[in-house]
């Protein structure tokens, strides 16, 4: 299996300008969070950056932010947004030694399958210097499967985060939280900072 779910990129394929016309603010709190553990003006590159709303949010604050999606029709959108490029990018394409101060995954990796994601946290970790800051959240669960839409997701425990994180070199720490998504269901979420030792 690849690192991406063909059905889940196609879901986002199709409804690309609703996903990106939605109201939707910035995840502020959290990004503040991140942002503080980074240098002035460093370089972020946010993978799955949807409609842009955090890569506008820390172009705003001064960050040098290379924003990302793996779906061209939502990338195309928070390019207009933006005003800046943004690349087409599918995570098992990073392949990056040390480029970046950060890097931020919000609601995005939750899609990679599970025998998966240790080889992307790989690309991630190798993509970041040292003493870089990484943020990625998870809708929590026990074990994988598909939402109403069809839409796979890892749905990983914070036991089970723990451990695949515990392969590299981080400095960790995982909140739980509650909130919701684009189905608008309630949703148990799990928020990772990782920073690598310098």
Known sequence: MAAQDDRTLNFYTREAA?????????SERRLQHFLAGLPAGGVVLELGCGAGQDSE??????????????TPEIARAAERRLGIPVATLLFDELDESETCDGIWANACLLHVPRADLAAILKRIHA???????????FK????????????????????????????????????????????????DWLYVTAIRAG
Request: no cysteine.
């Open 18 to 26: 609703a996903y990106t016309t939605r109201v939707q603010g910035a």
């Open 127 to 137: 993509a970041l210097k040292p003493g870089g800051v990484f943020h990625a959240s």
């Open 140 to 187: 929590a669960g026990r074990a994988e499967g598909r939402d109403q839409f069809d839409r796979y997701y890892n749905y990983p425990s914070e036991a089970w985060l723990r451990e695949l994180y515990g392969a590299f070199d981080w400095e960790i720490a995982i909140e739980a939280g509650f909130g919701s998504g684009f189905d608008n269901k309630p949703t």
């Open 57 to 70: 949010f820390m172009i705003a604050r001064g960050f040098a932010v290379r924003p990302t999606d793996g």
